[in-house]
């Protein structure tokens, strides 16, 4: 049994250890560490998740009790996920990977913001907590973007700033509020659902300080987090050789893309944050929220990045569409309101449901962050007046998406406060005079507790837990101080176990088991004052959820839409379809293919056909549908096809049409 001994606030001085351990494998590093006060540490600058590539769009349509539930869930403070993050994308009417999210400016000259459904969310997630950070970065531009001499330039030219700056004035006027950082295409290389890559470039010097410096002209506070994307040499050695680079980014992020563990000493250098802008992107299930976990703490403990943003935020995409189920909530049928909470979301929470932005995150250097002997990490975060602290301990195993996975075991670990930080924390540190003769604070076992009989999914049984633990802790010694204690594992979420029992001495310690994650907190939390834990149930029980057929017979005849925005239940998964009024009848609205052009050099994957999807493992249906096609002449880039095509097994609906699916 291995022996972490952890001192908070305490003094002592830069050993030469440090900076070989952060690069050497955990066996190497000491196991006795202490805190220098004198090192600042880190600003947290907060994690959450992403909202992209058409992972949002059935949210919008459940109906306003159930999605209010998922945003409550999402983003309310001290609640369930408390997300502190969101990346959300810049809509060009193109496909980037899971559907098309609609464009505010199609055409050079006309700006739609209404349509734009990234809007409403911002504004939904503000309302529950103020003080969220929004990224922003757009995977694909509109075909006009960039055409000069009626070819397009690069993706990086004036009229991608121009377009930017557009859409984050858009953001302001649609009560979204303002965007706190920008950031560019992501990922150097994509792959799209057909397994075929293209190589795409990082923005340019010029076009990052033209960008910075069109941002401060218009006077937005918005600042870059670039690349944006997988890991860039020639970006990050820029970084030492160009000084307007360093500047640009200053009071921004580099922000990478699945880092893994990415040495950067030139960030070191230039006092750059570095953000992980898309991490996770595993599927949704145990191993799947395991390696978020891991990332979440592994990232800070490897790397020093501060900012960890999960994919996806939900899974609200079609359900013929494949890919990893990767969301926080899965959301797909809004016609049922049937949804889940993902095990992810209890991985994120660990660290979010108890710090806040702008806390001081420790390094791996100050010895309140590091490696455990058997494997795994733990994490500290200080509130800005150090009056407060929440550790996470982590002992998760499955492999990530691009980093191994890890094999742990169980160990005890023992934390020991300073008398600074017992007095700031109003710990009653007991009668000195008989300290001697206190008894030793018993070592909690967690794997004791998590039996497999006991779950979080009962209120009664909980409480029996507790209180038969509490019992015997005090039979054994006097309860001197206890910090708040969370676990999370294959079978329990966020279970809250009896308080952490301080001794007068300063330390703590309990057992931690392998796969497993943990939360300490000083925060002022109780074990009955916690509102959301009403809701455990029901957030427990939701790994598997019965899925409910589309509801038929169905018809739209959109009257009760306006034009220009998106109909309940379709799904564009190539180009872009909104209501509009019927140009053959003006008082009757129709559903309209409202873009005519592929993006071109500003896709992002590979183009899809104009394509919309709505119904779910319908059979021995029959479909109508009026189709109108205008006389006057439009320059269309390839022969107008029409089709009704099952989502499922890819075969044509017979139709009476003058042409086919294909």
């Known amino acids: 049994m291995r022996v972490l001994l952890l001192s908070l606030l305490s003094l002592a001085a830069s050993t030469g250890w440090e900076k070989a351990c952060y690069?050497?494998?955990?066996?190497d590093c000491p196991v006795t560490a202490v805190l220098d006060n004198s090192v600042q540490g880190l600003r947290f600058d907060g994690h959450g998740a992403v909202s992209g590539r058409g992972t949002s769009r059935y949210l919008y349509d459940y109906a306003e009790a159930m999605r209010s539930e998922i945003l409550d869930l999402l983003f309310a403070p001290n609640y369930a996920a408390s997300i502190q993050v969101l990346k959300v994308e810049i809509g060009g009417d193109a496909q980037t990977g899971f559907g098309v999210e609609p464009s505010h400016r199609r055409i050079s000259n006309e700006t739609s913001c209404e349509r734009v459904r990234t809007f409403w969310l911002i504004r939904e997630a503000r309302q529950r907590n103020p003080d969220l950070v929004v990224l922003a970065s757009a995977w694909a531009f509109p075909a006009w973007v960039g055409v000069e001499n009626a070819s397009q330039t690069s993706f990086y030219n004036d009229d991608?700033?121009?377009?930017?700056?557009?859409?984050?004035?858009?953001?302001?006027e649609t009560g979204a509020g303002h965007i706190d950082y920008i950031g560019s295409r992501p990922r150097r290389v994509t792959m799209d659902l057909l397994g075929r890559s293209?190589?795409?470039?990082?923005?340019?010097?010029?076009?990052?300080?033209?960008?910075?410096?069109?941002?401060?002209a218009a006077e937005l506070p918005t600042r870059l987090v670039l690349p944006d994307a997988e890991y860039d040499p020639e970006m990050a050695e820029m970084l030492q050789s160009e000084p307007q680079l360093a500047a640009a980014l200053s009071g921004g992020a580099f922000g990478l893309h699945y880092p893994c563990f990415i040495p950067m000493p030139s960030l070191e250098e230039h006092g750059l944050a570095m953000w992980s802008t898309e991490d996770g992107g595993m599927p949704a299930d145990w191993p799947g929220a395991a390696c978020a976990g891991r990332t979440v703490n592994t990232n800070l403990v490897r790397m020093n990045v501060t900012s960890t943003l999960l994919r996806s935020l939900v899974w609200a995409v079609h359900p013929a569409i494949p890919g990893h189920q990767n969301g926080l909530i899965s959301a797909a049928e809004p016609w049922s309101g049937v949804y889940s909470i993902q095990d992810p979301l209890w991985m994120l929470a660990h660290t979010?449901?108890?710090?806040?932005?702008?806390?001081?995150?420790?390094?791996?250097?100050s010895g309140a962050t590091g490696h455990l002997k058997r494997g795994g990490t733990f994490v500290t975060y200080l509130s800005p007046d150090r009056n407060s602290f929440t550790l996470v301990v982590e002992k998760l195993q499955a492999r990530c998406q691009s980093c191994a996975g890890a094999t742990?075991?169980?160990e005890e670990v023992v934390f020991t406060l300073s008398d600074g930080l017992m007095e700031s924390l109003k710990l009653d540190a007991g009668n000195e005079s008989n300290e001697t003769d206190q008894e030793e604070v018993p070592v909690i076992d967690t794997s004791e507790i998590l039996t497999d009989d006991s779950s979080n999914e009962s209120d009664s049984e909980s409480e029996n837990v507790s209180n038969a633990s509490n019992e015997t802790m005090k039979a054994e010694v006097p309860l001197v101080g206890g910090l708040a204690f969370f676990v999370t594992n294959k079978s329990h979420k966020l279970f809250q176990l009896p308080p952490l029992v301080v001794d007068p001495t300063g330390s703590f310690s309990f057992v931690v088991q392998p796969d497993t994650i943990y939360t300490i907190t000083s925060m002022n939390l109780t074990w009955t004052n916690l509102t959301w834990t009403e809701r455990m149930d029901a957030a427990n029980q939701s790994s598997q959820v019965s899925t409910s057929s589309f509801p038929v017979p169905y018809h739209d005849d959109f009257d009760m839409y306006v034009p220009?925005?998106?109909?309940?239940?379709?799904?564009?998964?190539?180009?872009?379809?909104?209501v509009s009024e019927d140009p053959s009848y003006s008082p009757n609205l129709v559903l309209k293919q409202v873009l005519l052009e592929k993006a071109g050099a500003n896709r992002w994957t590979s183009a899809s056909d104009p394509i919309t999807l709505i119904g779910h493992r319908l059979a021995n249906v029959a479909a109508t549908v009026d189709v109108y096609i205008p006389d006057a002449p439009i320059a269309f880039q390839e022969p107008i096809r029409l089709?009704?095509?099952?989502?499922?097994?890819?075969?044509?609906?017979?139709?009476?049409a003058l042409v086919s699916c294909r």
């Open 23 to 27: 690069i050497r494998r955990p066996k």
């Open 160 to 172: 991608a700033i121009d377009y930017i700056l557009s859409w984050i004035r858009c953001a302001n």
């Open 198 to 216: 293209e190589a795409h470039e990082s923005p340019p010097l010029t076009w990052t300080v033209a960008l910075q410096n069109a941002l401060v």
């Open 352 to 365: 979010t449901r108890f710090t806040q932005v702008g806390w001081w995150v420790l390094p791996l250097q």
């Open 408 to 410: 742990t075991g169980s």
């Open 564 to 578: 220009e925005e998106t109909p309940g239940y379709f799904a564009d998964y190539g180009g872009s379809f909104e």
């Open 643 to 656: 089709g009704i095509q099952a989502a499922w097994n890819g075969h044509c609906l017979s139709t009476r």
